[in-house]
């Protein structure tokens, strides 16, 4: 099958649907660029990864990402590489000190192909209210 991920001794097809947003819900990808460097950011950290995109979506304050991933990779740990890599960045090549984080700590992550437009409609919105 073309979804399995293979090595030499682990034949896998693990997915993750991860939900994100910059901190205080700032609408970063409406300045003229940064979707689009985000998006070159986070090929090329997935590429170095073994971590394949099968799909990726930014709205005005945040971000969708379907991924398949080695199993030696947790959510947790592609996150932490995504934003760890695209938060610097962005921040020096579009916000140039206008926010001292970009992220949130958070982020919504699903194992599920297809996860509930509810469950994810009440994490966005939650983030208005947690401030960071």
């Given at each position: 099958m073309k979804d399995q991920v293979k090595n030499p001794s682990v034949l896998s097809m693990?997915?993750?649907h991860f939900v994100f947003c910059p901190r205080y819900r700032r609408k970063v990808f409406l300045i003229d660029g940064l979707?689009?460097?985000?998006?070159?950011?986070?090929?090329?950290?997935?590429?170095?990864?073994?971590?394949?995109?099968?799909?990726m979506e930014c709205r005005a304050d945040y971000c969708h990402l379907f991924v398949s991933a080695p199993p030696d990779l947790?959510?947790?740990?592609?996150?932490?590489?995504?934003?760890?890599?695209?938060?610097?960045?962005l921040k020096r090549e579009y916000l140039r000190g206008k926010c001292p984080q970009l992220w949130t700590r958070g982020y919504l992550v699903s194992t599920a192909a297809n996860m509930p437009d509810e469950?994810?409609?009440r994490y966005v919105s939650s983030q208005k209210t947690r401030g960071g």
């Open positions: 693990v997915r993750y979707e689009t460097r985000f998006k070159e950011l986070v090929t090329q950290i997935c590429a170095q990864n073994g971590i394949d995109i099968l799909d947790g959510p947790a740990d592609i996150m932490r590489l995504i934003k760890r890599q695209t938060g610097p960045a469950l994810v409609t």
